[in-house]
């Protein structure tokens, strides 16, 4: 009886201990303003963020400073940079860009793992290769987990029509009705649940039967069909226009974006702005005249 009592002990030492540890961990404090750095990483890095108008792009930012507020961004064996907080945060941002007052009201801490992982959250040969999912149950409620790598990787392939980012925020958007089911109910109060339905069902039918040129992963479950084909909306949305014109339309409606006309600009790899370049912030001044001089000071 000794012996158990002391196992007990170790036990709850250990769960306390974990628990201090995690209440513990440093909170990160976003900058009052947007850092010229963080500016210049987005140009770099982000398709949909080159191809936003000075004012959009301030409100984008804005938006991004607001996430960052509020969810935390934990590393699991890895480093958490600049880079991978803002490929984060505009996962989130990306599919409410139409709907400037909506948060998301289901998440406060997103787990960068360093690469894939599996149901069991290894990631030492997984038993399948999961790249990102939504957290459920009590331990894990209102908590993402994404790959690093494939994170960073999605955002600077964006001819893909893959973003495990977006992926898995969509499926946060699809909760906030209470269920992932597959409905982006809550963004437009239901008005397109019935010929969305009835829209989904026809092409996962036809992606069973391999007459679509959308992921395979869109036919296993109506939930997956929302985020795959949002991916394909916001990574080539003039492709989906062009091969599926019926459902671009729909996503069109519920995210209230027209991405076919917002993706002007193909995607550029940039390198490091010089103090010649036209400065990131769309201000149409040199990078020396401009942000350059605000982050010196």
Aim: with cysteine; hydrophobic share 35%; charged share 25%.
């Amino acid at each position: 009886m000794q012996v158990f009592f002391i196992i007990i002990g170790f036990g709850m030492f250990g769960f306390l201990g974990f628990w201090a540890w995690y209440g513990a961990r440093p909170v990160y404090k976003v900058p009052n303003t947007f850092p010229p750095a963080w500016r210049e990483l987005l140009q770099q890095h982000v398709h949909f963020y080159q191809n936003l108008d000075a004012k959009e792009k301030r409100r984008f930012e804005k938006s991004i400073r607001k996430f960052l507020q509020h969810v935390r961004i934990t590393g699991i064996r890895t480093e958490v940079e600049d880079l991978d907080r803002l490929l984060v945060a505009c996962s989130a941002v990306i599919p409410l860009f139409g709907f400037p007052n909506w948060e998301y009201s289901y998440l406060h801490e997103v787990l960068l793992y360093p690469a894939s992982f599996d149901k069991n959250f290894s990631m030492e040969n997984p038993e399948q290769v999961i790249t990102g999912m939504v957290g459920n149950g009590r331990n894990m409620e209102g908590v993402m987990i994404l790959s690093k790598h494939n994170l960073r990787q999605d955002f600077d392939n964006p001819t893909n029509k893959h973003n495990v980012g977006i992926h898995e925020f969509v499926h946060i958007l699809d909760k906030q009705d209470g269920a992932i089911d597959g409905i982006p109910g809550e963004l437009n109060n239901k008005q397109y649940a019935q010929p969305w339905l009835k829209l989904m069902h026809r092409e996962m039918n036809r992606i069973r039967k391999g007459k679509s040129d959308i992921d395979e992963y869109a036919g296993t479950r109506e939930e997956e069909f929302l985020a795959v084909a949002s991916e394909y909306f916001f990574e080539r949305p003039k492709l989906l226009e062009e091969k599926h014109p019926e459902l671009y339309n729909m996503l069109r409606k519920v995210y209230h974006q027209n991405m076919a006309r917002k993706l002007r600009k193909p995607f550029k790899k940039r390198r490091r702005v010089g103090r010649n370049s036209p400065c990131p912030c769309g201000s149409g001044e040199k990078f020396k005249n401009c942000c350059m001089k605000k982050q010196a000071a």
